[in-house]
């Protein structure tokens, strides 16, 4: 009868002690703490948002633009009109691999000076991450397999 008796009051204490458990969890209604909205006074930091570019500027059909953006990077904007786009798909083709619209990034006055960047939309923006103080412009262009024909040039950027 002793081990029964063990068993029946070991039991009853880790039923109890799982009941504790599971309602301390629960939260009670005189255990929440209410704050009223109306004693706060927000304040919106407007230094810290950061979403806008600083200088905005229109950007008409048909053109592409290079500015300097935060330390040691450029950023290329681009546009194309939705004829000249459908224009230059026509041109592309859909064969992977034999021409490709592509983004190019020109550095200082070598022709081999450059990196590329393939694009897949009419509009955008792209950032380069640049070292040295040489001049810098960007252009659009269809890329073939032994060539490139540039269809959009922007004007050079010289580093500070």
């Excluded at 290079?66 to 040691?72: D, F, K, T, V």
Aim: glycine share 6%; aromatic share 10%; hydrophobic share 35%.
């Amino acid at each position: 009868m002793s081990p029964l008796l063990y068993i029946i009051l070991l039991t009853v204490v880790l039923l109890l002690m799982l009941y504790w458990v599971l309602s301390s969890l629960t939260p009670r209604r005189d255990r929440r703490i209410r704050v009223p909205d109306r004693e706060f006074a927000f304040e919106s930091a407007q230094e810290l948002f950061k979403y806008l570019e600083t200088g905005e500027f229109h950007l008409p059909d048909n053109s592409i633009k290079l500015i300097p953006a935060e330390s040691g990077h450029l950023r290329a904007y681009w546009y194309l009109s939705q004829e000249k786009w459908q224009k230059i798909l026509k041109q592309v083709g859909n064969k992977p691999g034999r021409n490709q619209l592509v983004l190019r990034l020109h550095q200082g006055d070598k022709e081999d000076s450059f990196q590329e960047v393939p694009l897949k939309k009419p509009a955008g923006s792209y950032d380069w991450e640049v070292t040295g103080e040489s001049p810098c412009s960007v252009s659009l262009g269809i890329k073939g397999r032994y060539n490139y024909t540039p269809v959009l040039i922007s004007s050079e950027l010289k580093q500070l």
